[in-house]
């Protein structure tokens, strides 16, 4: 530095350098600055020599100002004298009072960047997830604890995580759904044109063609397509045919015995039975004349294979089950 003007302490343009100085060294260093012009050109140098040392532009935390002035002058002792031709013009600080609209008009604009950066990440579509059955049956719980029983051939598609002010689900094939009550946020289901929506309740829907079964088993479902809507009770179901043919049946206690491997029957006409026994055990149960259908049956079979449960009701209703090619049936002289 020049000997003939006071000397700021190698501390002082050390922390300067560093961006680490206070409001008043700042002021020591402009005053500095303004004694004579071969400052400016002796700073520029100093700048120059600790950029090379590597201190400048930094982004670590915490910055050691007397190492790296250290460093700086080791390499002044050295005789590396600085370019003050190449060296960077240093911006000098400035002192600047905000007027009340300035300060108002930096509030708005972080006002604006937060609300932007709010906006892009609650905008944004959520991952859409899927499972899917092909020649089997699967239970899945879905974030919201909802327990879903899918039949086979049966797709069940939602998005990650639920959200949303509703839980929205759509389904291709079968599945009884067991929903955790939820009054905020109801639970949607899309089937083939159709919606069906419930609060907290269990019900079987099955979707394989264009018709779109549905079966109360508890709780309330609506039932809606295009402008037609019905509301649905405990035993209750309905087949959705079209637009507006909507018709109207008891629910089949057996709908989700494809999963439960539960059947019972009360009453049950033999058409019915062997109707539930072919869609639960996914095989071909048929009856040797179609007079045997008005036959009743009621029995509770559970986790039996399809040959225990076939010959159980047999014996129960005097008939013969044999199984022909891929297919059992039932014969026999009919009821009495």
């Not at 009054?183 to 063609?209: C, L, R």
């Not at 079209?242 to 008891?250: G, H, I, N, R, Y």
Request: glycine share 8%; with cysteine; aromatic share 8%.
């Amino acid at each position: 530095m020049n000997n003939s003007t006071p000397i700021l302490s190698d501390d002082l343009l050390a922390r300067y350098l560093a961006s680490t100085a206070t409001r008043e060294e700042i002021e020591q260093v402009q005053a500095w600055l303004d004694a004579s012009p071969d400052h400016l050109d002796e700073l520029k140098g100093y700048r120059k020599l600790w950029a090379r040392s590597g201190m400048m532009g930094s982004q670590q935390p915490a910055i050691d100002t007397n190492a790296a002035w250290e460093k700086v002058r080791s390499k002044m002792q050295g005789n590396e004298v600085p370019d003050v031709a190449e060296a960077e013009t240093l911006p000098l600080p400035a002192r600047r009072r905000f007027s009340p609209a300035m300060w108002a008009a930096a509030v708005v604009a972080l006002l604006a960047v937060g609300f932007g950066w709010f906006y892009f990440y609650n905008t944004q579509s959520p991952k859409m997830m899927s499972v899917s059955t092909q020649e089997n049956t699967l239970e899945e719980v879905l974030p919201d604890g909802t327990k879903v029983l899918l039949n086979y051939n049966s797709t069940l598609t939602f998005p990650e995580g639920l959200a949303g002010d509703s839980r929205s689900v759509s389904l291709e094939g079968e599945a009884f759904f067991d929903v955790v009550p939820d009054a905020m946020h109801p639970f949607i289901i899309q089937a083939n044109g159709t919606e069906i929506k419930v609060v907290g309740t269990s019900f079987n829907v099955k979707a394989y063609d264009e018709a779109v079964r549905v079966d109360v088993k508890s709780g309330k479902v609506e039932v809606r397509k295009s402008v037609k809507v019905m509301e649905l009770l405990p035993g209750e179901g309905v087949e959705v045919q079209s637009d507006t043919a909507f018709v109207t049946l008891s629910a089949n206690p057996n709908a989700a015995a494809y999963g439960t491997g539960v059947y019972d029957f009360r009453a049950a006409q033999l058409g019915e039975v062997v109707k539930s026994l072919s869609q639960g055990y996914h095989a071909e149960v048929k009856l040797a004349d179609e007079a045997l259908a008005e036959c009743r049956l009621t029995g509770r079979y559970e986790g039996e294979s399809l040959d225990a449960t076939l010959s159980i009701i047999a014996e129960s209703i005097n008939m013969t089950v044999s199984k022909k090619g891929n297919s059992y049936v039932f014969d026999g002289p009919g009821c009495r």
